[in-house]
């Protein structure tokens, strides 16, 4: 697999939920890929957009246009868009396109109920069956299915996500009874006492989603280890940034 980078974790948020925007990431200045998945129908599919029940309609804020759709047929709704599903594209293809070539960090969308355990199964065995273990990450805020796929699969690079003050504060909770070490936080939460704490766990520490250099680079000199950004000329500067330290 391709490295890019000696310094902290470029993530292109996002673009694995499309093949054109795949396609550019696996040629960027990035180190994983965000990929969005849905279990849906048996299958295991990549979307950023909420799906309407059973109906082939996908929701979303507007705010998202242009960076994780290739929906061209949209119907505006106050800050929402709609969209007709067509072809849904599967995560086995986005696995194949990047074997060998970037890592993905695979966030997991959605509640299941009493089906998470099979699905965290199933998608343990899909990464070994391809051969994408080690360039995968898994990501995400339903904690439950994070657990299941830990339960499957301990060697798994597991992050979870953490969104809001409620969630920080049961994280914090958890960590009483379970040694998590990784975990994708919302900049929004970031305060340097939470993170000299969480880094003295041995906390790796990715943070979502970064599009200013200059706050990028004050994310990192608190500790963070990984940036997400919408931007792929914003991360190939930071990884330029690291490298002029290195070498100065």
Not at 144 to 160: C, D, E, I, N
């Amino acid at each position: 697999m391709a490295s890019t980078s000696n310094g902290p974790v470029r993530i292109a948020h996002g673009f694995g939920n499309s093949q054109r925007r795949l396609s550019r990431a696996l040629i960027g200045p990035v180190d994983l890929i965000e990929t969005d998945v849905w279990f849906q129908d048996g299958k295991m599919t990549v979307r950023h957009e909420r799906k309407l029940g059973p109906l082939p309609i996908l929701i979303d804020e507007k705010s998202s246009l242009g960076l994780k759709s290739e929906h061209r047929l949209r119907l505006p709704l106050w800050r929402w868009y709609v969209a007709l599903q067509r072809n849904p594209l599967a995560l086995q293809e986005v696995l194949a396109k990047a074997k060998d070539k970037r890592g993905l960090l695979l966030d997991l969308k959605g509640k299941y109920g009493d089906r998470e355990e099979a699905l965290a199964q199933a998608l343990a065995e899909m990464l070994e069956r391809m051969g994408m273990e080690e360039q995968a990450t898994i990501c995400g805020q339903n904690w439950s299915l994070l657990g299941h796929l830990r339960a499957a699969a301990p060697h798994l690079k597991v992050h979870y996500s953490i969104g809001s003050a409620d969630q920080l504060e049961a994280f914090q909770a958890m960590l009483e009874d379970d040694p998590i070490r990784r975990i994708c936080l919302n900049q929004s939460l970031i305060e340097e006492p939470l993170i000299e704490r969480l880094k003295g766990l041995g906390m790796t520490i990715y943070t979502w989603t970064v599009d200013d250099l200059w706050r990028a680079h004050e994310l990192l000199e608190l500790g963070i280890d990984g940036i997400t950004s919408n931007s792929l000329e914003m991360l190939g500067l930071l990884g330029e940034g690291q490298r002029r330290q290195r070498q100065g």
